[in-house]
C-alpha cells in the first residue's frame, strides 16, 4: 500500500495539533538504535528494570511499551534482498536495519482520556496527555482505548502508566529526557508545528537524496486517522507502518460507539417491536 | 598507538571528533562507531547531511553499516589487505597522477623522496619477509632499513636519521621511498584483494574512488578505527598502512582528515600518555630496559636522543621527570637518581603476566579498575593464574568476575575446582566512582578534562589517590630504616602531597601541577615543556601535559567555554593545546591555506607568525621558507615546510627505517589461526616476529585446522561496556542486553540446525563459552580463496556476577601479541561450533 | 465542540479535574546543585552534569555546553546515576582469607595495613637489585598492577609512580594493552 501523503491536499501534512502544542518528532532516518532514549527516561522517571531476557528477535529486549518503559527501540531487519543477497550500496541515513524509538502519541483526539471514566487522564496546558497517577484507580478502560496500545496497567501498584512527554520537566522548561539525550537528533522536542515543518523539510530532503520512501506519520492522512485527527508524537519513516508495528490507519474506538449504539437501539426496537407483535397475536 | 607514532609522530588521534563534521569523505573500518561511539557519531552524521560519503568496512552489518552510504563486508582479520589494494589503486590512478596537490604535499611533508639504502630488499624480494631477518630469534635487525647516507654509520636506535639523506624530488629514483611503496603494494590487485578478503573488486575501487574524488586541496577524507584494527598481530601495521594511505592521499593535519583513533575507555588515551604501561614512562619516553643497553642515564640518551627533532630535548624531559619523582635524592652527582629507576629485560605486558602468575612468577596482583577473568584472553588460563597468586587486591565499585573467581566461575560452577583447593588471599575494597571524586580524563582525540566532586563516596569507598597516598605513607614507614635500593626506592620517593579534611584525600591540583611541571627553586608552574631544563632545576611528571597549570591554581582541563570552531577554550588537549595535530598541513609549503574552505592554520606573513583557528603545532614564528644551517639541533634542524615536528626530519613516514619491529612497511599477513593461507606470499603465511606464549595451556589452532572451521570475531554493544563491571551490574542497561549470545548467518544456523535462540557452544583449544544463538543476515559467509568461510561474531561483555549474564568470549581466545603495540589477536582466530549447552537447562550460562 | 463531534467523541463536555500533584509537579532537579562531570564509559567524552540534593545524586544528565555532547548521552551515559546507585554497589571492604569459601567483612584500616605487610614481604623475597649481568635493575617481578583506563590521569601517575619509582613494581599494566 502506498502511505506517502498525498501532495496537494490542503490536509495533508498537518497533525491538526492545536496551537502551541508541544510534542517530538522521531526521525527514524537519523536513529542509530543506540537505546538512549529508553534510559533516559527511565533514569528521569525512576522506572525499574523490565522483565528480563533474551528475545532472539534482533537487538530488542525490552519487547514494546509498557507501564516501565515509556520509550522502546524497535529493531526490524530488512538486510538481504528478495534474493538473499546483503546490500552493499545503501540508502542515504537509515537503510536496512530499521530502528525506530517508538513512544506515547499524545494524540490530538486521545482515545485514552476519552475513555477514562475517572476523569484521571488529562489533557495538560502542554496539549500532552498525562494520566495523573493521584487519581487513577487502575481500571484500565484506557488500556484497550488506545489504537497504539501505549497506556499500560502497572503489576506492581495496579494503575495505568505511560510516557507523561516529561510533563514535570516542562514544568520548569527542561526538554523531555529522551529528546535531551538523543545523541543523533533522531528525538526532537518542540512545538508541533515547526516540528511539522522542520519534518517536511527533512522528508524533501531525503527524497533529493533518493530516499523517495521517506513520509511523516503521524498527520492527518497517515497515524492520525480515524477521529484521532493527528499526533503530537509523530514520526519519520522509511517504510511502511505495519513494519514498525504501527497501525497504518488507527481508528479511535470510541468512533464505533454511535453507530453501535444506534444498531443497539434500533435492534432494540425492532425485538421490541417483534416482541409487542408476538404478544398482540 | 605505535601505528600512528611510527609514521607520524604521536601516538594519538590526529584529529577532534567535531572535525568529523567538516569531512567529504568518512571511511569507518576497524570500528563500529555508531555503536560503540554513538556521541562521537553525531559529527558523522552531521558531515552525512551536509553531503559527505559515509563507508563503513567491516564483516558485520551492524548499526554503523545502517547509516552508511556504504557497506564493505570483508573476512575479519584482513584489513591490511584491503588498504593496501586502496593504496595500489590510488598510486595508479588517474587522479592522483593528474592532480599536483597530491605530489606536492607528499614531496614537501612526506619522505617519500627520500632515498633508502641499497642493502634494503623488500617482501617483494624475499617472498614476504623483510631484509634483516633473524629466523632463530624471529626478529628483524634493521640496519638495512635505513636511508642511503646513513649506510656508513651505525645504528644510533630508534629515532637516529639524518635530516640531510639524499632525495629526488622527481620521485623517479628506484630506490626512493615512493618507488619503494609503488612497488610494495602493486601486488594487492582488486582481484588478490578480492579472493583475500572477500571484498568484491567493483567494491573495493568504488571506495578507492571515492577517497579520491574526496581528497585534495579543496576537500579532506577522514578515517574512524577502534580496536578491531589493533586486536591483530599485525594491528599496529594495519593503522599504519591508514596513516600511509591518509599521507599519500594529502589528508593529515588537515580539518575534515586525518585519522580518528576510537578509545574504548574514558581515559584509555590518558593511560597511555600517562602510562600504566611497562615499556613507557610519562610522556612516551621509552622506559629504561638493560635490553636496549641502559644502563646508566647517559647510556639511556645517547640510545634514545636523536640529533634532530623534537626529541632532541630528550634529556630534560627524562631528568625534569627523574627530578618530579625523586626531589632531593635525585642530584647531578648520582645522574638524579637514575639507578633508582627499575629496569625491564622482557616482556611484562599484561599478556605476558598471566604465565608470570601461573607459573608462580608474580604472587601478588592490584587489580584497579579492570576485570581479567573476563577481559583477559585465554580467560581460563587467567583464572588459573589468579588461583595460583598468593594475594590479590581489587579495588572496584562491583563484585566483579575477577574478585569472585574463587567461589564463583565456570571451573567452580562445573566442579572441577573448590574455594578449599585456591590459596589467594583475596581483598575487595569498594572504590568511588567519578561524581564522588574529582580528576581528569583524556578523551578519544587528546582532550583533557576535569571531572569536579559532587557528593562523599559511600561507606567504605575511597578514590585510588586516596587508596594509594596511604599504602604508600605505610610503605616508606615500614621501610625507613632499611638502607638497601629497595629501601632507598622508596623512601627517596616524593609523596607528600597537601591532603584535604575528608579522610585525608591527596589534593589532586598539587599532582596535576607535578604532572604539569614546575621550577623547584620556587615551586611555580611551567607554563610550557620549553621551560624544562636538563639540570635538575624543574620537576615535570609528563611532558606532554606541560601547560595543562601554567600558573597555581589555574587548571586548563577544567575550562568550560565551547564554540563552533577549535573550541581552545574547552578543555586541555596535549600537546600545548593543539586539536588538529601536525597542522602545518593544513597549508601549503608556502603557508597558504591549501584552500578556502580547508582553511586552518596558515603563515601571516605580516605579523611573521603561524595563526588560525587552532594553536599551530609548529614553532609558532618559524617561518615556511625557513631553510635549516648546516649542524642545526633539534626543531631547528627542521624546514619550514616540515610539520610533523617529533619526527627527526619533520617528514611523515612512508617508509619508516626503525622504530617498526615487524617491517618499515605494511605488509598482510593471515591471522595466526586462519582458515586459509597467504595468497600474497604462500612462503609467509603469519607475521614472521608476533611474540608467540607457546605452552600445553596456551595451543594455537594451525591454518585451515579442520575441527575449527569458521572465522569467529569478537566485539562490544552500545548497552554495555568492557568486560560488563560497569554496565551488566546497572539494571538499567542489563535488561537491554540481558544475556550473552553469538551472531551466526542463516546459512550457517541452516548447515548446523541452529534456530534462532537455541543454546550453542562455541569452542577452541582453549575452552568453551555457551551462549544463545541469534540467527542474522547481518552475518554473512564470505568466499575466500574461492571456498565458502563461515563466521561467528561474540560480544566480550558477559561473565558469571552482575545481572545480564552470559559465556565468557575470552574463554576461547589464545595468548599472542603484536609486536610492536603487545596487544592481542581477538578481532580474528577460528573455532568450532555446535548445538546444545554445557551446563544444565535452567542454570547460569557457562 | 459541536454537538455531532460530541457524541462522537463520547466524552469532554467538561475537561477532566487537574490534581493536586499535578499542580504541583515540578522537575526534581529544581533548586539542585549542578557538578560538571565527565561520563566514565567510552572516551568520547561527554561532559555530565551532577545534580545533588542534601549530599545526594538526583539526577544525571548531558551538558549542554559541551561542543562534543550538546547535552546528549548514549544510553551508558545515561544510566551513569544507575551506575552510581545501583543495589549491586559495595561500599563495604571484603576479605577471603586463603582457603577459605567466604567472604569476611573487615575494617579499612585493618586491610590497608595488611596489604602494606603483604607489598613488603612479596617484595623483599622478589627483589632483584642487579641482574644476572650485574646491571643495577632494582625492580621485583613478584607484584603485578592491572588497570588504568577507568581512572583519573592523576591516578595513573600516582599508580606509575609509587609502583615503578617507589617500589619497582614494573609489570604495570592497562587496558591500553587490550
Given at each position: 500500500m502506498?502511505?506517502r501523503?498525498?501532495?496537494g491536499?490542503?490536509?495533508?501534512?498537518?497533525?491538526g495539533a492545536?496551537?502551541?502544542?508541544?510534542?517530538?518528532?522521531?526521525?527514524t532516518t537519523?536513529?542509530?538504535g543506540?537505546?538512549?532514549?529508553?534510559v533516559?527516561?527511565k533514569?528521569w522517571?525512576q522506572?525499574?528494570?523490565?522483565?528480563f531476557?533474551f528475545?532472539?528477535?534482533?537487538?530488542?529486549?525490552?519487547?514494546d511499551l509498557?507501564?516501565t518503559?515509556?520509550?522502546?527501540?524497535a529493531?526490524?531487519?530488512?538486510?538481504?534482498?528478495?534474493e538473499?543477497?546483503?546490500?552493499?550500496r545503501?540508502?542515504?541515513?537509515?537503510?536496512n536495519?530499521l530502528m525506530?524509538s517508538?513512544?506515547c502519541k499524545h494524540?490530538?483526539?486521545?482515545?485514552?482520556?476519552?475513555?477514562?471514566?475517572?476523569?484521571?487522564i488529562?489533557?495538560?496546558?502542554?496539549d500532552?496527555?498525562?494520566i495523573?497517577?493521584?487519581?487513577?484507580?487502575?481500571?484500565g478502560?484506557c488500556?484497550p482505548?488506545c489504537?497504539?496500545?501505549v497506556?499500560?496497567?502497572?503489576?506492581?501498584?495496579?494503575?495505568a502508566h505511560?510516557?507523561?512527554?516529561?510533563?514535570?520537566r516542562l514544568?520548569d522548561?527542561?526538554?523531555?529526557a529522551?529528546a535531551?539525550a538523543?545523541?543523533?537528533d533522531?528525538?526532537?522536542?518542540?512545538?508541533?508545528?515547526?516540528?511539522?515543518?522542520?519534518?517536511k523539510?527533512?522528508v524533501a530532503?531525503?527524497h533529493?537524496?533518493?530516499?523517495?520512501e521517506?513520509?511523516?506519520?503521524g498527520?492527518?492522512?497517515?497515524g492520525g486517522?480515524?477521529g484521532?485527527e493527528?499526533?503530537n508524537?509523530?514520526?519519520i519513516?522509511t517504510a511502511?507502518?505495519e513494519?514498525?508495528?504501527?497501525p497504518?490507519q488507527?481508528?479511535l474506538?470510541?468512533r464505533?460507539?454511535?453507530?453501535?449504539?444506534?444498531?443497539?437501539?434500533?435492534?432494540?426496537?425492532?425485538?421490541?417491536?417483534?416482541?409487542?407483535?408476538?404478544?398482540?397475536? | 598507538?605505535?601505528?600512528?607514532?611510527?609514521?607520524?609522530?604521536?601516538?594519538g588521534?590526529t584529529?577532534t571528533q567535531?572535525?568529523l563534521?567538516?569531512?567529504?569523505?568518512?571511511v569507518?573500518?576497524g570500528?563500529?562507531?555508531?555503536?560503540?561511539?554513538?556521541?562521537?557519531f553525531?559529527f558523522?552524521?552531521?558531515?552525512?547531511t551536509?553531503?559527505?560519503?559515509?563507508?563503513?568496512?567491516d564483516?558485520?552489518?551492524?548499526?554503523?553499516s545502517a547509516?552508511?552510504d556504504?557497506?564493505?563486508?570483508?573476512r575479519?582479520g584482513t584489513?591490511?589487505?584491503?588498504?593496501?589494494?586502496i593504496?595500489?589503486?590510488?598510486?595508479?590512478?588517474?587522479?592522483?597522477?593528474?592532480?599536483?596537490?597530491?605530489?606536492e604535499?607528499?614531496?614537501?611533508y612526506?619522505?617519500?623522496?627520500?632515498?633508502?639504502s641499497e642493502?634494503?630488499k623488500?617482501t617483494?624480494?624475499l617472498e614476504g619477509l623483510?631484509?634483516?631477518?633473524d629466523?632463530?630469534?624471529?626478529?628483524?635487525?634493521?640496519?638495512?632499513?635505513?636511508f642511503a647516507?646513513?649506510?656508513?654509520e651505525q645504528?644510533?636506535g630508534?629515532?637516529?636519521?639524518?635530516s640531510?639523506?639524499p632525495?629526488d624530488?622527481?620521485?623517479?629514483?628506484p630506490?626512493?621511498v615512493f618507488?619503494?611503496?609503488?612497488?610494495?603494494f602493486a601486488?594487492?590487485?582488486?582481484?588478490?584483494?578480492?579472493q583475500?578478503?572477500?571484498?568484491?573488486?567493483?567494491?573495493?575501487?568504488t571506495?578507492?574512488?571515492?577517497?579520491?574524488?574526496?581528497?585534495?586541496?579543496?576537500?579532506?577524507?577522514?578515517?574512524?578505527?577502534?580496536?578491531?584494527?589493533?586486536?591483530?598481530?599485525?594491528?599496529?601495521?594495519?593503522?599504519s598502512?591508514?596513516?600511509?594511505?591518509?599521507l599519500?592521499l594529502?589528508?593529515?593535519g588537515?580539518?575534515g582528515?586525518?585519522?580518528?583513533a576510537?578509545r574504548?575507555h574514558?581515559t584509555?588515551q590518558?593511560?597511555?600518555?600517562?602510562?600504566?604501561?611497562?615499556?613507557?614512562l610519562?610522556?612516551y619516553?621509552?622506559m629504561?630496559?638493560?635490553?636496549?643497553?641502559?644502563?646508566?642515564?647517559?647510556?639511556y640518551?645517547?640510545t634514545e636522543?636523536?640529533?634532530?627533532?623534537?626529541w632532541?630535548?630528550?634529556?630534560?624531559?627524562?631528568?625534569s621527570?627523574l627530578?618530579a619523582?625523586?626531589?632531593?635524592a635525585?642530584?647531578?652527582?648520582?645522574?638524579?637518581a637514575?639507578?633508582?629507576?627499575?629496569?625491564?629485560?622482557?616482556?611484562y605486558s599484561?599478556?605476558?603476566?598471566?604465565?608470570?602468575?601461573?607459573?608462580?612468577?608474580?604472587?601478588?596482583?592490584?587489580?584497579?579498575?579492570?576485570?581479567?577473568?573476563v577481559?583477559g584472553?585465554?580467560?581460563?588460563?587467567?583464572?588459573?593464574?589468579l588461583a595460583n597468586?598468593?594475594?590479590?587486591v581489587?579495588?572496584?565499585?562491583y563484585?566483579?568476575?575477577?574478585?569472585a573467581?574463587?567461589?564463583?566461575s565456570p571451573?567452580?560452577?562445573?566442579g572441577?575446582?573448590?574455594?578449599?583447593?585456591?590459596?589467594?588471599e583475596?581483598?575487595?575494597?569498594p572504590a568511588?566512582?567519578?561524581?564522588e571524586?574529582?580528576?581528569?580524563?583524556?578523551n578519544?582525540?587528546?582532550?583533557v578534562?576535569?571531572?569536579?566532586k559532587?557528593v562523599?563516596p559511600?561507606?567504605?569507598?575511597?578514590?585510588e589517590?586516596?587508596f594509594?597516598?596511604?599504602?604508600?605513607?605505610?610503605?616508606?614507614?615500614l621501610y625507613?630504616?632499611?638502607?638497601?635500593?629497595?629501601g632507598?626506592?622508596?623512601?627517596?620517593l616524593?609523596w607528600?602531597?597537601?591532603?584535604?579534611?575528608?579522610?585525608?584525600?591527596?589534593?589532586l591540583q598539587?599532582?596535576?601541577?607535578?604532572?604539569?611541571?614546575?621550577?623547584v627553586?620556587?615551586g611555580?608552574p611551567?607554563?610550557s615543556?620549553?621551560?624544562?631544563?636538563?639540570?635538575?632545576?624543574?620537576?615535570?611528571?609528563?611532558w606532554?601535559?606541560?601547560?595543562?597549570?601554567?600558573?597555581?591554581?589555574?587548571?586548563?582541563?577544567?575550562?568550560?567555554r565551547?564554540d563552533?570552531?577549535?573550541?581552545?577554550?574547552?578543555?586541555f588537549?596535549?600537546?600545548n593545546n593543539?586539536?588538529?595535530l601536525?597542522?602545518?598541513?593544513?597549508?601549503?609549503?608556502?603557508g597558504r591555506?591549501?584552500s578556502?574552505?580547508?582553511?586552518?592554520?596558515?603563515?601571516?606573513?605580516?605579523?611573521?607568525?603561524?595563526?588560525?583557528?587552532d594553536?599551530?603545532?609548529?614553532p609558532v614564528d618559524?617561518p615556511?621558507d625557513?631553510?635549516?644551517?648546516e649542524?642545526?639541533r633539534?626543531?631547528?634542524?627542521h624546514?619550514?615546510?616540515?610539520?610533523?615536528?617529533?619526527?627527526?626530519?619533520g617528514?611523515?613516514r612512508?617508509?619508516v627505517p626503525?622504530?617498526l619491529l615487524?617491517?618499515?612497511?605494511?605488509t598482510?599477513?593471515?591471522?595466526?589461526?586462519?582458515?586459509?593461507?597467504?595468497?600474497l606470499y604462500?612462503?609467509?603465511?603469519?607475521?614472521p616476529v608476533?611474540?608467540?606464549?607457546?605452552r600445553?595451556?596456551n595451543?594455537?589452532?594451525?591454518?585451515?585446522?579442520p575441527r575449527?572451521?569458521?572465522?569467529?570475531?569478537?566485539y562490544?554493544?552500545?548497552?554495555?561496556?568492557?568486560?560488563?563491571?560497569?554496565s551488566?551490574?546497572v539494571?538499567?542497561?542489563?535488561?537491554?542486553?540481558?544475556e550473552g549470545?553469538?551472531?551466526?548467518s542463516?546459512?550457517?544456523?541452516?548447515e548446523?540446525?541452529?534456530a534462532?535462540?537455541?543454546w550453542?557452544?562455541?569452542?577452541?583449544?582453549?575452552g568453551?563459552?555457551?551462549a544463545r544463538?541469534l540467527?542474522?543476515d547481518r552475518?554473512?559467509?564470505?568466499v575466500i580463496?574461492?571456498?565458502?568461510?563461515?563466521?561467528?561474531?561474540?560480544?566480550w561483555?558477559?561473565g558469571?556476577?552482575?545481572?545480564a549474564q552470559?559465556g565468557i568470549?575470552?574463554?576461547?581466545?589464545?595468548?599472542i601479541?603484536?609486536?610492536?603495540s603487545?596487544?592481542h589477536?581477538?578481532?580474528?582466530?577460528?573455532c568450532?561450533?555446535?548445538?546444545?549447552?554445557i551446563?544444565?537447562e535452567g542454570?547460569?550460562?557457562? | 465542540?459541536g454537538?455531532?463531534?460530541?457524541l462522537?467523541?463520547h466524552?469532554?463536555?467538561?475537561?477532566n479535574?487537574?490534581?493536586e500533584?499535578?499542580?504541583?509537579?515540578?522537575a526534581?532537579?529544581r533548586?539542585a546543585e549542578?557538578t560538571?562531570?565527565?561520563c566514565?564509559?567510552?572516551?568520547?567524552?561527554?561532559?555530565q552534569?551532577?545534580y545533588t540534593?542534601?549530599?545526594?545524586?538526583?539526577?544525571i544528565e548531558g551538558?549542554y555546553e559541551?561542543?562534543?555532547?550538546g547535552g546528549?548521552l548514549?544510553p551508558?551515559?545515561?544510566?551513569?546515576?544507575g551506575l552510581?546507585?545501583?543495589?549491586?554497589r559495595?561500599?563495604?571492604v571484603?576479605?577471603?582469607?586463603?582457603?577459605?569459601d567466604?567472604?569476611?567483612e573487615?575494617?579499612?584500616?585493618?586491610?590497608m595495613?595488611?596489604?602494606?605487610?603483604?607489598?613488603?614481604?612479596?617484595?623483599?623475597?622478589?627483589?632483584?637489585e642487579?641482574?644476572e649481568?650485574?646491571v643495577?635493575?632494582?625492580?621485583t617481578?613478584g607484584i603485578?598492577?592491572?588497570?588504568?583506563?577507568?581512572?583519573?590521569?592523576?591516578?595513573?601517575y600516582?599508580?606509575k609512580?609509587?609502583?615503578?619509582a617507589?617500589?619497582?613494581?614494573?609489570?604495570v599494566?592497562?587496558?591500553?594493552?587490550?
Amino acid at each position: 500500500m502506498s502511505v506517502r501523503a498525498s501532495q496537494g491536499d490542503g490536509r495533508a501534512g498537518t497533525t491538526g495539533a492545536r496551537p502551541g502544542a508541544l510534542g517530538f518528532l522521531t526521525d527514524t532516518t537519523l536513529c542509530i538504535g543506540c537505546k538512549a532514549c529508553e534510559v533516559a527516561c527511565k533514569q528521569w522517571n525512576q522506572l525499574p528494570m523490565d522483565d528480563f531476557g533474551f528475545t532472539g528477535y534482533s537487538y530488542d529486549n525490552t519487547g514494546d511499551l509498557g507501564a516501565t518503559t515509556w520509550r522502546h527501540v524497535a529493531f526490524i531487519e530488512r538486510v538481504s534482498d528478495r534474493e538473499g543477497r546483503r546490500p552493499t550500496r545503501l540508502k542515504a541515513f537509515q537503510s536496512n536495519w530499521l530502528m525506530l524509538s517508538d513512544v506515547c502519541k499524545h494524540c490530538v483526539y486521545a482515545g485514552c482520556l476519552e475513555a477514562c471514566p475517572t476523569g484521571a487522564i488529562i489533557r495538560t496546558e502542554f496539549d500532552t496527555v498525562v494520566i495523573q497517577q493521584d487519581i487513577c484507580n487502575g481500571c484500565g478502560y484506557c488500556v484497550p482505548a488506545c489504537p497504539f496500545g501505549v497506556p499500560a496497567l502497572s503489576l506492581t501498584d495496579g494503575k495505568a502508566h505511560k510516557c507523561t512527554l516529561c510533563y514535570d520537566r516542562l514544568k520548569d522548561g527542561l526538554e523531555p529526557a529522551c529528546a535531551k539525550a538523543c545523541p543523533t537528533d533522531s528525538i526532537q522536542f518542540g512545538p508541533v508545528e515547526q516540528l511539522m515543518e522542520r519534518a517536511k523539510r527533512r522528508v524533501a530532503d531525503l527524497h533529493a537524496q533518493g530516499v523517495t520512501e521517506a513520509y511523516i506519520y503521524g498527520d492527518r492522512e497517515v497515524g492520525g486517522t480515524g477521529g484521532i485527527e493527528g499526533l503530537n508524537a509523530f514520526f519519520i519513516l522509511t517504510a511502511p507502518p505495519e513494519v514498525y508495528n504501527l497501525p497504518a490507519q488507527p481508528e479511535l474506538p470510541q468512533r464505533k460507539v454511535l453507530p453501535a449504539f444506534l444498531s443497539t437501539a434500533a435492534a432494540a426496537l425492532g425485538l421490541g417491536l417483534a416482541a409487542l407483535l408476538s404478544l398482540r397475536r | 598507538m605505535p601505528g600512528l607514532g611510527a609514521r607520524l609522530g604521536r601516538g594519538g588521534a590526529t584529529t577532534t571528533q567535531q572535525s568529523l563534521a567538516d569531512s567529504d569523505c568518512i571511511v569507518i573500518m576497524g570500528s563500529n562507531m555508531a555503536e560503540n561511539h554513538p556521541v562521537g557519531f553525531r559529527f558523522v552524521l552531521k558531515a552525512k547531511t551536509k553531503g559527505a560519503t559515509i563507508i563503513h568496512v567491516d564483516p558485520r552489518f551492524s548499526r554503523t553499516s545502517a547509516l552508511a552510504d556504504l557497506h564493505v563486508p570483508l573476512r575479519p582479520g584482513t584489513d591490511l589487505a584491503v588498504l593496501g589494494g586502496i593504496v595500489n589503486y590510488v598510486l595508479n590512478s588517474e587522479r592522483w597522477n593528474s592532480d599536483p596537490f597530491f605530489k606536492e604535499y607528499l614531496t614537501h611533508y612526506t619522505n617519500a623522496p627520500l632515498i633508502v639504502s641499497e642493502q634494503f630488499k623488500d617482501t617483494e624480494d624475499l617472498e614476504g619477509l623483510f631484509s634483516g631477518y633473524d629466523p632463530e630469534q624471529r626478529r628483524y635487525r634493521t640496519e638495512t632499513w635505513q636511508f642511503a647516507a646513513e649506510e656508513a654509520e651505525q645504528d644510533h636506535g630508534p629515532n637516529a636519521e639524518p635530516s640531510s639523506a639524499p632525495v629526488d624530488m622527481t620521485l623517479q629514483h628506484p630506490n626512493c621511498v615512493f618507488q619503494i611503496v609503488k612497488r610494495h603494494f602493486a601486488r594487492y590487485t582488486p582481484e588478490l584483494v578480492e579472493q583475500i578478503s572477500g571484498v568484491p573488486r567493483d567494491l573495493l575501487i568504488t571506495v578507492a574512488e571515492t577517497l579520491l574524488q574526496n581528497s585534495g586541496r579543496d576537500r579532506t577524507s577522514a578515517f574512524c578505527y577502534a580496536v578491531a584494527w589493533t586486536q591483530h598481530t599485525i594491528g599496529t601495521q594495519i593503522i599504519s598502512c591508514c596513516a600511509l594511505l591518509q599521507l599519500l592521499l594529502g589528508n593529515i593535519g588537515r580539518p575534515g582528515g586525518g585519522i580518528l583513533a576510537l578509545r574504548g575507555h574514558a581515559t584509555i588515551q590518558g593511560s597511555t600518555d600517562i602510562p600504566t604501561l611497562y615499556n613507557l614512562l610519562p610522556g612516551y619516553l621509552p622506559m629504561p630496559s638493560t635490553q636496549a643497553g641502559h644502563r646508566s642515564l647517559r647510556e639511556y640518551l645517547a640510545t634514545e636522543q636523536p640529533p634532530t627533532g623534537m626529541w632532541f630535548n630528550l634529556p630534560r624531559f627524562m631528568v625534569s621527570l627523574l627530578t618530579a619523582w625523586y626531589g632531593d635524592a635525585a642530584t647531578p652527582e648520582n645522574d638524579f637518581a637514575y639507578d633508582l629507576l627499575p629496569k625491564i629485560s622482557g616482556d611484562y605486558s599484561f599478556e605476558a603476566m598471566i604465565p608470570m602468575m601461573a607459573d608462580g612468577v608474580m604472587k601478588g596482583l592490584f587489580c584497579l579498575g579492570q576485570n581479567p577473568a573476563v577481559g583477559g584472553q585465554n580467560a581460563v588460563l587467567v583464572r588459573k593464574a589468579l588461583a595460583n597468586l598468593d594475594w590479590l587486591v581489587v579495588r572496584d565499585a562491583y563484585e566483579i568476575e575477577t574478585a569472585a573467581f574463587w567461589y564463583d566461575s565456570p571451573e567452580v560452577r562445573r566442579g572441577e575446582l573448590r574455594p578449599e583447593q585456591i590459596k589467594t588471599e583475596v581483598f575487595f575494597l569498594p572504590a568511588a566512582l567519578p561524581g564522588e571524586k574529582e580528576g581528569s580524563f583524556t578523551n578519544t582525540q587528546r582532550l583533557v578534562q576535569w571531572h569536579d566532586k559532587a557528593v562523599d563516596p559511600p561507606g567504605d569507598c575511597r578514590s585510588e589517590p586516596w587508596f594509594l597516598y596511604h599504602l604508600g605513607k605505610r610503605l616508606k614507614e615500614l621501610y625507613q630504616d632499611d638502607d638497601t635500593p629497595k629501601g632507598r626506592q622508596i623512601t627517596a620517593l616524593t609523596w607528600d602531597y597537601p591532603t584535604k579534611v575528608l579522610w585525608d584525600e591527596p589534593d589532586l591540583q598539587a599532582v596535576l601541577k607535578e604532572i604539569n611541571g614546575f621550577t623547584v627553586a620556587d615551586g611555580k608552574p611551567v607554563s610550557s615543556f620549553r621551560e624544562l631544563k636538563d639540570d635538575g632545576s624543574t620537576a615535570c611528571g609528563c611532558w606532554i601535559y606541560s601547560g595543562i597549570m601554567p600558573e597555581e591554581g589555574y587548571n586548563r582541563a577544567r575550562n568550560r567555554r565551547g564554540d563552533d570552531k577549535a573550541s581552545l577554550e574547552w578543555g586541555f588537549s596535549w600537546p600545548n593545546n593543539v586539536r588538529i595535530l601536525y597542522n602545518r598541513a593544513s597549508a601549503d609549503p608556502q603557508g597558504r591555506p591549501w584552500s578556502e574552505r580547508k582553511r586552518w592554520v596558515w603563515w601571516d606573513p605580516e605579523q611573521g607568525r603561524w595563526t588560525g583557528y587552532d594553536v599551530p603545532d609548529f614553532p609558532v614564528d618559524k617561518p615556511p621558507d625557513y631553510r635549516p644551517p648546516e649542524g642545526a639541533r633539534g626543531l631547528d634542524a627542521h624546514a619550514g615546510d616540515k610539520p610533523f615536528v617529533m619526527l627527526p626530519d619533520g617528514r611523515g613516514r612512508l617508509f619508516v627505517p626503525s622504530g617498526l619491529l615487524d617491517g618499515p612497511l605494511p605488509t598482510h599477513y593471515e591471522p595466526w589461526e586462519s582458515p586459509v593461507g597467504n595468497l600474497l606470499y604462500p612462503k609467509t603465511p603469519r607475521s614472521p616476529v608476533a611474540p608467540l606464549f607457546e605452552r600445553p595451556d596456551n595451543p594455537y589452532h594451525e591454518i585451515g585446522d579442520p575441527r575449527f572451521p569458521y572465522v569467529i570475531t569478537t566485539y562490544r554493544l552500545t548497552e554495555h561496556h568492557t568486560a560488563g563491571g560497569m554496565s551488566r551490574t546497572v539494571p538499567w542497561l542489563a535488561e537491554l542486553q540481558p544475556e550473552g549470545f553469538v551472531e551466526i548467518s542463516p546459512e550457517l544456523a541452516a548447515e548446523l540446525g541452529i534456530a534462532n535462540g537455541d543454546w550453542v557452544v562455541v569452542s577452541t583449544l582453549r575452552g568453551e563459552a555457551e551462549a544463545r544463538a541469534l540467527v542474522t543476515d547481518r552475518i554473512q559467509p564470505l568466499v575466500i580463496h574461492g571456498r565458502t568461510v563461515h563466521q561467528i561474531g561474540m560480544p566480550w561483555h558477559f561473565g558469571y556476577k552482575g545481572y545480564a549474564q552470559g559465556g565468557i568470549a575470552n574463554n576461547l581466545s589464545a595468548l599472542i601479541e603484536d609486536p610492536n603495540s603487545r596487544i592481542h589477536e581477538a578481532k580474528a582466530f577460528t573455532c568450532n561450533l555446535r548445538k546444545g549447552r554445557i551446563g544444565r537447562e535452567g542454570e547460569h550460562p557457562l | 465542540m459541536g454537538i455531532k463531534e460530541r457524541l462522537r467523541t463520547h466524552v469532554g463536555r467538561v475537561p477532566n479535574p487537574v490534581s493536586e500533584a499535578t499542580r504541583q509537579a515540578h522537575a526534581r532537579i529544581r533548586g539542585a546543585e549542578v557538578t560538571v562531570s565527565v561520563c566514565p564509559y567510552c572516551a568520547v567524552g561527554c561532559s555530565q552534569l551532577i545534580y545533588t540534593k542534601d549530599g545526594r545524586i538526583i539526577d544525571i544528565e548531558g551538558n549542554y555546553e559541551s561542543p562534543i555532547n550538546g547535552g546528549t548521552l548514549c544510553p551508558k551515559g545515561a544510566a551513569t546515576y544507575g551506575l552510581l546507585t545501583s543495589p549491586l554497589r559495595e561500599t563495604k571492604v571484603k576479605y577471603r582469607a586463603p582457603y577459605s569459601d567466604h567472604w569476611e567483612e573487615r575494617s579499612l584500616d585493618w586491610a590497608m595495613e595488611r596489604i602494606a605487610q603483604l607489598v613488603k614481604q612479596t617484595r623483599d623475597v622478589t627483589y632483584e637489585e642487579t641482574d644476572e649481568h650485574g646491571v643495577p635493575v632494582n625492580r621485583t617481578l613478584g607484584i603485578g598492577h592491572l588497570g588504568g583506563a577507568t581512572l583519573d590521569n592523576e591516578e595513573n601517575y600516582l599508580i606509575k609512580k609509587l609502583w615503578t619509582a617507589g617500589l619497582g613494581i614494573v609489570a604495570v599494566e592497562n587496558q591500553a594493552r587490550i
